[in-house]
């Protein structure tokens, strides 16, 4: 089981928006920045949010990131059919010891 | 352009070690860090660790402690991750990432993963 709890699967028809939340506690989402991965089919994962909302050069503005509390919510508007994908959420967990990145479970997105 | 170029594809069997490099390309080396983090077929992103490119601090996550061993080669702007004792369930995708952060005596902090490469096909079988 993932730290971070994301929904297994969301669709949503062609230029429909979706959203997938990423939720966690103080100790991860609660106290540090989300950043969001994409992962196509065969393929490296892919930053596409950080810093909660900040977009990598190139990244369209399709894609939106927000945070609020201990959880998280990544956005896509305009849905291609390109944007099939797997995507995932992360964070730093903080604990006394020492911290470790930790991710989250993983969404697959379906356009339909 | 930044890149991470990694090594090719290993078939090792159970009780061996492998190592996985990472050559870095397009920015100062020594100013980030790498994640290693792979992925088991159908499976989700695991971590396993960080090493930073200045001065060669670590963080393993704890399942890996005593198990891997990560270092970076600043000659020839590589990073490289080794994985002792493999067992079956090693068999994955490993990648590498550009990582920022840091360590202080006390704790580490880690940053987002911004360029990653293409991953290293590990297979673990007798």
């Known amino acids: 089981q993932s730290v971070l709890t994301q929904p297994p699967s969301v669709s949503a028809a062609p230029g429909q928006k979706v959203t997938i939340s990423c939720s966690g506690s103080s100790s991860n989402i609660g106290n540090n920045y989300v950043s969001w991965y994409q992962q196509l089919p065969g393929t490296a994962p892919k930053l596409l949010i950080y810093?909660?909302?900040k977009r990598p050069s190139g990244i369209p503005d399709r894609f939106s990131g927000s945070k609020s509390g201990t959880s998280a919510t990544l956005g896509i508007s305009g849905l291609q059919t390109g944007d099939e994908a797997d995507y995932y959420c992360?964070?730093?967990?903080?604990?006394?010891?020492?911290?470790?990145?930790?991710f989250g479970g993983g969404t697959k997105l379906t356009v339909l | 352009q930044v890149q991470l170029v990694q090594s090719g594809a290993e078939v090792k069997k159970p009780g061996a070690s492998v190592k996985v490099s990472c050559k870095a390309s397009?920015?100062?080396?020594?100013?980030?860090?790498f994640s290693w983090v792979r992925q088991a077929p159908g499976q989700g992103l695991e971590w396993m660790g960080w090493i930073s490119a200045y001065n060669d601090n670590t963080n393993y996550a704890q399942r890996f402690q005593g198990r891997v061993t990560m270092t970076t080669d600043t000659s020839t702007s590589t990073a490289y991750m080794e994985l002792r004792s493999l067992r079956s369930d090693d068999t994955a995708v490993y990648f590498c990432?550009?990582?920022?952060?840091?360590?202080?005596?006390?704790?580490?902090?880690?940053?987002?993963?911004?360029?990653w490469g293409k991953g290293t096909t590990v297979t673990v079988s007798s």
């Open positions: 397009g920015y100062t080396f020594t100013s980030s860090g």
């Open positions: 810093d909660n909302n």
């Open positions: 992360g964070t730093w967990h903080s604990s006394l010891s020492s911290g470790h990145w930790v």
């Open positions: 990432a550009r990582t920022g952060g840091y360590c202080s005596s006390i704790n580490c902090y880690n940053d987002y993963m911004d360029v």
